[in-house]
C-alpha cells in the first residue's frame, strides 16, 4: 500500500517536470527567434549573426564571424537603400552593414558564390549612400561603418617566406607582385572608408570615437601587404585621416617612426616603406618654419638611416624627395644630411653607390655655398673613392656627373671669398 501510494507520488513529480521543461522550451524557442514568424506574422529581419531584430529598434553590432554554411540560408538581398522612404533607411543601412560584415573565404570562388554576390552588392550599396549623403551621420552609423570596415579590414596578413638572397633589391623588383584573392569586395570596402573619412558628412569630433588609436595602429600593419593596390588605397586613406583628425597628427608620426626603426633595426623587411615615405614626403612639405627640433630629430634618427638597408632601391625615389625637402627647409641641414649620407655610403654594392650619387648631386643643387663649404672635403673624398672603386663603370660614371655641380659650387665660394 505505501509503495504505491510512493510510486504516484513519483509519477506525478516526473510528469511536472516534464511538463515545466516542455513550457520552458517553447519560451526559449521563442526568445531565440527560431519560430519562423513573429506574432505579427512579419518575417523577422535578420542580422549578420542570424539574430532577428525589431524593425524599430536600435540594432547592435553582434560579432559575425560564423559558418558560411549556417548563414547562407538567412543571407539573401534587400531592397535599395535609395528606394526606401526617409524615415526607414538608416534601419536598413544598419541591416545592411551588420549583413557586411559577414566574412567569406575568397580562396576558394566556387564557395558562397551567390552569398558573396549580394555581399558585394550591399555594399556598394553602402558606399553611394555614403557618396550622396547631405545630412551629418549619426553616431550609430559611424560605429555601424567603422565596425564593419574593420571586420573586412583588419585581418593577418599572409606573407609568403623569402629566401635570403631575395633580401637583394634586384631580387625584389623581379618578384611578381601577388594579388590578393579577396580584392574585389575589399576595394568597395576600402572606396567606403575613403569617402567616409573625406566626406563633410562626418563629424570628425564624433568619428575619432571610433577610428580611434587602435584603429590607426591596425591600418599601418596593413601596409605591409603583398597587394600593391591595397597599399595605394593605404596611403591615400591615411593621409585624409592625417588631414581630418588633427588630433591624431603627432600620434601618427610617431607610429610611422616606429615601423621604420623596426624595419631598419630588427626585420629589413617591410612592403610599405615607400607609400609610408610618400605620406611622409608630403607631411614634410607642409612643416612650419622654423622647424621644429622633433622634425629635425626624425631626420637624424629615422630617414638618414633609412640609407642602410639593402632593399633602399625600393623606396629610395620617396627616401630622397623628403631628404631634398628638409634641405629646402632648412640649408643648414645639407652639412648634416651629406655626412649622414655619406657614413652610410656602400662599400661593394655598385647599383647602390649609383643611387647615393643621384641623391647626393639634388642636395647638391639645392645646397647653399656657404653650406657647401663645411661638407666639401668629405665630399671631395668620397667622389675620388668613386673614381678608384673597382666597379668604375658605374660609380665613376657618376660621379662624373657631379663634377659640374661641384665645380659650379666650388666658384661660387671663390667668388664670394674674393668679395
Known sequence: MMKQIFGRRKASKSADKESIGGRRHAVSNQQSGSGVADQSGQQPILSSTGHACGSGNRMGFQESRIND???????????????????EKQNLLIVKLNMCCTQFDFTDPTRNMREKKIKGETMMDILDY???????????????????????????????PREKKVL?????????????PAWPHLHIVYELLLNFVQSPETDA?????????SFILRLLELFDSEDLRERDYLKT?????????MVYRPFIRKAINN???????????????????????????????????EHKLFLVRTLIPLHKPRCISMY???L???????????????????????KCWPVTNSPKEVLFLGELEEILEATQPSEFQKCMVPIFSQVARCFNSSHFQDGAKCGLTLIPNIYIIVSLCSFSLLC
Not at 553616431?139 to 599572409?158: D, W
Not at 623588383?173 to 601577388?178: F, H, M, V
Open 130 to 160: 555614403v557618396k550622396t549623403a547631405n545630412t551629418k551621420f549619426p553616431e550609430i552609423v559611424v560605429e555601424g561603418i567603422t565596425k564593419m570596415i574593420s571586420e573586412n579590414l583588419f585581418r593577418t596578413l599572409v606573407i609568403p
Open 320 to 342: 630622397s624627395y623628403c631628404i631634398t625637402q628638409f634641405v629646402e627647409k632648412d640649408e643648414k641641414l645639407a652639412d648634416t644630411i651629406i655626412r649622414g649620407i655619406i
Open 237 to 245: 586613406v591615411l593621409h585624409r585621416i592625417y588631414g581630418k583628425f
Open 168 to 180: 637583394q633589391a634586384f631580387d625584389l623588383e623581379e618578384d611578381e607582385p601577388l594579388m590578393d
Open 316 to 318: 629610395h625615389r620617396q
Open 205 to 213: 569630433k564624433l568619428a575619432k570615437r571610433y577610428v580611434d588609436h
Open 69 to 87: 554554411g549556417l548563414f547562407a540560408s538567412h543571407f539573401g538581398p534587400l531592397p535599395s537603400i535609395k528606394d526606401m522612404p526617409n524615415a
Open 259 to 293: 615601423v621604420f626603426y623596426q624595419f631598419i633595426y630588427e626585420t629589413e623587411k617591410h612592403n610599405g616603406i615607400a607609400e609610408l615615405l610618400e605620406i611622409l614626403g608630403s607631411i614634410i612639405n607642409g612643416f612650419a618654419l622654423p622647424l621644429k627640433e
